[in-house]
């Protein structure tokens, strides 16, 4: 559990609220938070090598170690606190936020440096629908509360933008907040509109034991929605289908 401590760092602009207070946190050394709209946006720590919130300690694991990213571009919908690209030389990274103001906050209070990457103030909608460029993953991960995506950032219509930008081989990676169970009408809807644009993803519950946990999503370009039968004793074509995708 984490345990906030006294902070005076507090910043308001047209777009959010902003806080970065120290906290106690098991197995964390002088870690410090950064609160968007009263809701924890991001983790850092003092320590050698620094650590980070779970999901983006997991999204980092993803892309650097999983898929092997080096010299690749990297698009994060939703900068939070930067920490994605936070002492990590191996990727070109651009960051996508509405709020002009939440790199110097971030860089003055949070993260005590220069981000790594470019910074673009723009709606992520926008950027997605705008740009000409191709990434080899785009990083989405987008809220105005700790559990609310805005409205326009869950539609269809906005996952394909986001695939537009892919690169042929790319993945996209999602961060939500939803029930642990993914019992809920929002998680059943939300993750059948993902996987209506990109077909089946990869879905991994972080924080299986919570009433809710961030859900990272994962997604390639090249894959496609198709149709789907369940398995039963009278068709049961598993074996088919099993040889088949060998």
Excluded: M
């Amino acid at each position: 559990a984490i345990n906030l401590l006294p902070s005076s760092e507090v910043r308001d602009t047209p777009y959010a609220d902003y806080a970065v207070t120290p906290v106690e946190l098991p197995g964390h050394e002088r870690p410090r938070a950064f609160f968007v709209n009263n809701s924890l946006a991001s983790l850092i720590d003092a320590g050698e090598p620094p650590r980070y919130a779970r999901y983006v300690q997991h999204l980092r694991h993803i892309l650097l170690d999983e898929l092997a990213f080096a010299g690749r571009e990297v698009l994060v919908l939703g900068a939070g606190g930067f920490t994605l690209s936070h002492r990590e030389p191996a990727n070109r990274y651009t960051f996508v936020d509405i709020d002009p103001q939440i790199r110097a906050i971030a860089e003055t209070r949070f993260l005590q440096g220069p981000i790594r990457g470019e910074f673009v103030v723009d709606d992520a909608r926008r950027f997605v629908r705008s740009t000409d460029k191709r990434y080899d993953a785009v990083v989405v991960d987008v809220f105005s509360s700790h559990t609310s995506i805005p409205g326009h950032l869950v539609t269809r219509e906005f996952w394909q933008d986001a695939r537009r930008v892919l690169a042929p081989d790319g993945v996209l990676l999602a961060n939500l907040i939803l029930d642990g169970r993914l019992e809920t009408p929002y998680a059943r809807n939300l993750l059948a509109t993902i996987d209506s644009v990109f077909g089946r993803c990869a879905v991994e519950v972080l924080h299986k034991g919570k009433p809710l946990s961030n859900v990272v999503v994962s997604c390639y370009a090249g894959s496609r929605p198709g149709p789907a039968a369940a398995y039963s004793d009278e068709r049961n074509a598993a074996d088919v289908d099993l040889a088949r995708s060998r």
